[in-house]
């Protein structure tokens, strides 16, 4: 089964657009220290399709560098292949580098 990825810039104009939902994989202690503004926390070990909110828009998923996403999102569409989700490509660190804002404690 295919991941689909997007990259940040593509990802930003989606959240900008209201067309996407954001979901972080990574560890709770992650995500404490610093994530992208709006994003739900997922961990990869326990996402689900049913933990998740139902939604016509696309689904978008980050880590730290991009592992992780794409092993959530592969076990999301094994869950419900109908499902729109994407891996944001290099996860958290593309999206920093490309000057993008995160949220810290």
Excluded: F
């Excluded at 930003?12 to 404490?32: G, H, M, S, T």
């Excluded at 419900?80 to 290099?90: F, M, S």
């Amino acid at each position: 089964m295919n991941v689909k990825t997007v990259d940040v810039t593509t990802a930003k104009q989606w959240l900008d657009n209201n067309q996407a939902i954001l979901i972080d994989v990574r560890e709770p202690v992650e995500y404490a220290l610093q994530k992208i503004a709006g994003a739900a926390l997922h961990p990869v070990g326990s996402i689900s399709v049913k933990g998740i909110p139902q939604t016509d828009k696309k689904i978008l998923i980050y880590c730290q560098k991009g592992a992780r996403g794409s092993n959530a999102c592969q076990k999301l569409m094994t869950e419900d292949e109908a499902l729109e989700v994407y891996n944001i490509k290099g996860g958290i660190e593309a999206w920093q580098q490309s000057g993008l804002p995160t949220e810290r404690t």
